[in-house]
């Protein structure tokens, strides 16, 4: 998966500024940075809910040249590839978990309703959730919430799954389900990419950190230099200290 050279602006402000960036296969890329730096327009043009005016996307043998319209048929294909999970759920408040989950696979991928729902029991078990194939969305708490969604990402069997803050309207504890279900994804070397606060949470998880800051990238590479205290870039340890409250007086 990779992205060239892309731009996008909203109205006169230029969001995304020539970002070019690989997602490495079966590794968590994780995008940090400050509030309003780009980081959701990125993984958003992943999956084409956001469309750039410019560059290149290229993913699975899929070739976009953004310059160009981009026809329904070409974000359907990208997007049965492409798991989201937003912030806040995006469930259906009318279906059970278990139709919740099934949703995808029958009405896009065209699976069978007995092996949708197979699959559907699959996914729940694996994030913790499946005794709740019959209860409504209004019946479960955020973080039970959130792995149902993580689930019916994972129903389509997709190649990466994109996460959008999935934990940041979440308690701790709360959060912390919904972490373990993502580390344990990670160990099974699911390809995702995460857009996340929680530094602790990257600083564990990723196998690559990006740091964007005014639509550019200022840091792309492994976790472990990224968190030095030796690293080089002054603004990249002061967001660092400011985010673990390392610099509270």
Excluded at 127 to 146: C, F, H, K, N, T
Aim: hydrophobic share 40%; charged share 20%; net charge neutral.
């Amino acid at each position: 998966m990779k992205l060239t050279q892309i731009n996008k602006t909203y109205g006169n402000k230029h969001v995304l500024k020539d970002i070019t960036l690989e997602f490495p296969a079966g590794q968590i890329t994780v995008l940090v940075g400050p509030s309003g730096s780009g980081k959701s327009t990125i993984l958003r043009s992943l999956n084409l809910l956001v469309m750039p005016e410019s560059g290149q996307y290229d993913f699975n043998g899929h070739q976009i040249d953004f310059r160009q319209p981009v026809s329904n048929k070409e974000k359907l294909a990208i997007r049965r590839e492409t798991g989201m999970v937003f912030q806040n759920y995006n469930l259906f408040p009318h279906k059970t978990v278990l139709n919740n989950v099934t949703e995808g696979p029958t009405q896009v991928l065209k699976m069978g309703r007995q092996h949708a729902n197979e699959l559907a029991r699959e996914v729940l078990t694996k994030v913790g959730m499946a005794d709740y194939g019959e209860v409504y969305p209004s019946e479960l708490s955020g973080g039970q919430a959130q792995r149902v969604a993580i689930a019916r990402a994972l129903a389509m069997k997709p190649r990466y799954v994109l996460l959008d803050e999935p934990t940041s309207a979440l308690d701790p504890e709360l959060e912390l389900s919904v972490l373990k279900v993502l580390l344990q994804l990670a160990r099974e070397k699911q390809s995702m990419v995460l857009v996340t606060h929680n530094m602790a949470f990257a600083k564990q998880i990723a196998d690559k950190i990006v740091f964007v800051e005014n639509g550019e990238i200022i840091y792309d590479g492994v976790p472990e230099k990224f968190f030095s205290a030796e690293n080089p870039n002054e603004r990249i340890r002061n967001f660092i200290a400011s985010m673990t409250m390392e610099n509270l007086k």
